[in-house]
C-alpha cells in the first residue's frame, strides 16, 4: 500500500516503550488495518527500537524513525509530521505509546476528519460528554480540568481538551504550517499546535475517548512542561487578545 492510499499515518514517539511498543503497535493495525504506523524513538536504552525494526521486517505498515537521544515530545511528532508530509499521507495522527489513549477510538477520530472536509482536526476529549479518565485521583483530574477550562478562556477557543494528545490532523492543515517555529514541550505541544489550527481557519472537533493511565513504565510528565504550559497560554492569551501572536 502506498503512502497517498493509506487511510492515515499513526506517529508514535517513544522512550523506554519495550514494554507496551508491541501491544500498541498490534492494538492501532487491528483497528486500521489501512493504516500505516511510525515510531519516533528516541535513543532508548531499553531496546524499543530494536523491537520496531523486527515488528517493521515482518510488516511493511510499520516504520521507524530514530533519533540520537531524548529531544522532547514536540520535536518528535514534528519530526512525524516532516516524515509523513514527505511521503504524501493524507492524515496524520499523534497517539501515545503507553495504552493510555484506546485505539478502539481511532477510526471514529480518523472518520471525523477524513469524512468532513471542513475539519481540519479531531481530538480525542476526557472532557466532552461521553468521555472519562479511569483511576484518576481527584487532584488529578482537578488539575487538568482546571488548566484546560484556564487555557479555554485565556485563549477564547472552544476546546473543551487543548491539552489532549491524541489528535488527527488533516496533512494539508500541517503543510501550511512552520513547523520550525514549534519549539514547545509536553501539554503545551498540544495548546500550541491547537493554536495553529485555529489561526489557520481549519474546523476543530472533540470525539469522546475513555482514557486511562499508563500500565507498564514511567510517565514522562514533569513539574517544568507544566510549568511551561501555563506560562506559554498566558502569553499567547495577551498576544491573541492585542493582535501580536505571529504563526
Sequence with gaps: ????????????????????????????LAEVPAAHLLVVDDGSPDGTAAIV?????????????????????????????????????????EMD?????????????????????????????????????????????????????????????????????FRVYRADTIARMDLDAVDSKGYCFQVDMTLRVDDLGGRIVEVPIRFRDRVHGVSKMSQSIVVEAMLRVTQWGLQRRFGRRKR
Design 97 to 165: 505509546a503507553d495504552g493510555s489513549h484506546p485505539a478502539d477510538r481511532l477510526p471514529a477520530l480518523i472518520d471525523a476528519v477524513a469524512g468532513a472536509p471542513d475539519v481540519a482536526l479531531a481530538i480525542g476529549s476526557r472532557w466532552v460528554p461521553g468521555g472519562s479518565v479511569v483511576d484518576w485521583p481527584l487532584r488529578r483530574e482537578v488539575l487538568s480540568r482546571g488548566a484546560n477550562t484556564y487555557a479555554r478562556i485565556m485563549l477564547g477557543l472552544d476546546v473543551r481538551d487543548i491539552t489532549a494528545g
Design 1 to 28: 500500500m502506498n503512502p497517498s492510499e493509506a487511510a492515515a499515518l499513526v506517529i508514535v514517539p517513544t522512550y523506554d516503550e519495550a514494554e507496551n511498543i508491541r501491544t500498541i503497535v498490534a492494538a492501532i
Design 53 to 93: 525494526r523486527s515488528l517493521a521486517a515482518d510488516d511493511a505498515r510499520v516504520h521507524l524513525l530514530e533519533r540520537t537521544g531524548k529531544l522532547g515530545l514536540g520535536t518528535a511528532y514534528v519530526a512525524g509530521f516532516r516524515w509523513g508530509l514527505e511521503r504524501g499521507y493524507p492524515l496524520l495522527v
